[in-house]
């Protein structure tokens, strides 16, 4: 069966080609022009994934997210945005979007986001989890359906996760970040070690995209008169240790 996309881009140029060449790509699309057509149909046939621009009139992106989020709906989203700001793709994030791509962009990059949201919820569904890259013994302290390490406690099965008795609200990728960090606790893992676990794509040296989910990653993690966990090795990537 072909998985289903459910497409909101009111550009009618941008939408119609987009629609196309996700046609083209074995996909079957239902492209919508706005956001209340965009919630009405996700109500009425729930999609594999959603792709959502920003700036739309009416109800836009953002708030087509947080509604469907705060029904509970886990359905992957891809945000589709003009706004280049790290704090306007931030917003995005926090309205509960998996990832996102900045216009004008590469056809073939939306395909490779899409993949790999698709390949993380099929993981899921499965029972999977991402292999992660090797560990030390104990770096994680790892029981079925659980890992822990530096403060941190996840429920891998429930999708929870916490900072000592805090339970962080996290997204889909925040929580994938999250659990490929623990689990190699006190490693450094390069930048393109972590694209390829969690997107399944390298975007590049100039791409912004992991600073961001790293950067909000923190802002959810650190907590007043604790240490910070997640820590830049300028040059090469991220480690999660307690100093």
Not at 15 to 23: F, I, P, Q, V
Not at 86 to 93: H, Q, V
Not at 112 to 135: E, F, H, S, Y
Not at 150 to 166: F, L, Y
Request: aromatic share 6%; with cysteine; proline share 6%.
């Amino acid at each position: 069966m072909p998985q289903t996309v459910l497409l909101a881009e009111d550009d009618r140029a941008i939408r119609h080609a987009l629609e196309r060449a996700l046609t083209l790509e074995g996909y079957e699309v239902t492209a919508v022009a706005d956001g209340v057509e965009a919630l009405a149909q996700a109500h009425r046939t729930p999609p594999d994934v959603l792709v959502l621009d920003v700036m739309m009139p009416g109800i836009d992106g953002l708030q087509v997210c947080r509604v469907l989020r705060a029904e509970g709906d886990r359905t992957p989203i891809l945000m589709l945005t003009a706004l280049v700001e790290t704090a306007d793709r931030i917003a995005g994030l926090d309205a509960g979007a998996d990832d996102y791509v900045v216009k004008p962009f590469d056809v073939e990059e939306v395909f490779a986001r899409l993949r790999a949201l698709l390949r993380r919820t099929g993981d899921r569904a499965d029972g999977a989890t991402p292999d992660p890259a090797p560990a030390p013994a104990a770096a994680a302290k790892d029981t079925p359906g659980q890992v822990a390490a530096a403060g941190i406690r996840m429920d891998v099965q429930a999708r929870r996760a916490w900072r000592g008795q805090r339970e962080l609200e996290l997204t889909r990728t925040e929580f994938e970040l999250l659990e490929l960090l623990v689990r190699n606790t006190g490693i450094v893992l390069d930048h393109a070690t972590i694209y390829d676990r969690i997107w399944g794509y390298d975007f590049g040296p100039g791409s912004k995209n992991l600073a961001v989910y790293v950067g909000y990653l923190r802002r959810k993690l650190d907590q007043p008169g604790a240490p910070a966990l997640i820590h830049t090795v300028r040059g090469v990537g991220y480690v999660l240790r307690e100093d």
